[in-house]
Every structure is written in C-alpha cells, then in structure tokens.
C-alpha cells in the first residue's frame, strides 16, 4: 500500500514480497555498524522481521518504516518510517538505504515526507531520532532535518546520541 510520494520516490507498506530487499539491506556493512546484526540470515528470516516489526507497528501505531522506491522505476533503495519504542517517551524517525543510493538526496527528501505526514495524519509535533555515536553522516542529516542533539541515551547495551525535534 503506497503511503507516501514525493517528486522522486514513492514509500509504501512493506510486505513478505520485499523479504529479498530486506535481506540485502540488513546485511550490509553499514548497517551492521550503524544500526546493528539483526540476525536475519535467510528468506524466511526476513519475512519474519518485516512481520513482526514494520507490518506489527502499522497494525498497532498506524505508522512504521516504509519500503523507499525509485518513482520510475520501483527499484527499493531504502526504507524510511517511524518507529515507536517503549523506551523511548516519542516515535523516532529512522532511514537506511543501500549504498549505491547514498549523497543523492533520498534520505532527506523521503525523512522530509515522513516529517510532515506524522506531523499532518498523526498529530505527531515531536518525534525523535536515534544514532551510533559513530555515525556522523545521520546526524548532520538530522541537524538539517531540524533535530538537535539532546544527548546519550541507553538502549540495549550500548549508549546511542538521541535527537529531537523542537516542537513539542
């Protein structure tokens, strides 16, 4: 189901079919380092990641991440969404795309529509967003996004840099 359009890209719900996209984006090293090993090594792995957690969070919370396409072509370069963890007080924005797909915009033209549809559908003011404390590239896409840095927030095991927006 497409949620969202933008001038390039056109974001939708995830489903079982995009299991082999999801396989592929999980397991690449910049995802291994910045968002972590989710253990999903096989088809049937990622079809139940997509189940259990973009299809569950839009049955509970009417948002999650959302699969990021090319407009032309309806080639998946990424995924862009909200995510709402019980650790955390607001919905976080979280983006990921395949390499070949970075420095062109994506990530800030889809963060953008994601922004304004929480903001307009859900009456989200406030959302969040989460980094690695490596992962300088997010962050200064955030800062452009409008989030600023409100310091180091524990989850899991590790201590990741939490933004927020100013609203709110």
Same mark, same amino acid.
């Given at each position: 189901m497409k949620v969202l359009e933008t001038e390039?890209?056109?974001? =939708?719900?995830?489903?079982?079919?995009?299991?082999?996209?999801?396989?592929?984006?999980?397991? !690449?090293?910049?995802w291994l380092q910045n968002i972590g090993d989710r253990g999903v090594r096989t088809l049937a792995d990622a079809e139940g990641y997509i189940?259990?957690?973009p299809v569950e969070m839009y049955g509970r919370f009417?948002?999650?991440?959302?699969?990021? !396409?090319?407009?032309e072509s309806a080639v998946p370069i990424g995924l862009c969404g909200l995510v709402k963890r019980e650790a955390l007080e607001h919905a976080d924005l979280g983006f990921a795309f395949l390499p070949e797909y970075w420095?062109?915009?994506?990530?800030? !033209?889809s963060s953008l529509a994601v922004m304004s549809w929480a903001?307009?559908?859900h009456g989200l003011s406030h959302l969040l967003a989460i980094t690695s404390q490596g992962n300088a590239a997010s962050g200064r896409l955030l800062e452009k996004l409008g989030f600023y840095f409100k310091g180091?927030? =524990?989850?899991?095991? !590790?201590d990741l840099?939490?933004?927020?927006?100013?609203e709110g």
């Open positions: 390039r890209l056109v974001l =939708r719900h995830f489903h079982r079919g995009d299991a082999a996209f999801i396989l592929r984006l999980v397991n !690449e090293p910049s189940q259990k957690g009417g948002f999650g991440l959302f699969l990021v !396409e090319l407009k420095g062109q915009g994506y990530a800030l !033209e903001r307009d559908v180091l927030v =524990r989850l899991g095991a !590790e840099k939490l933004y927020g927006t100013q």
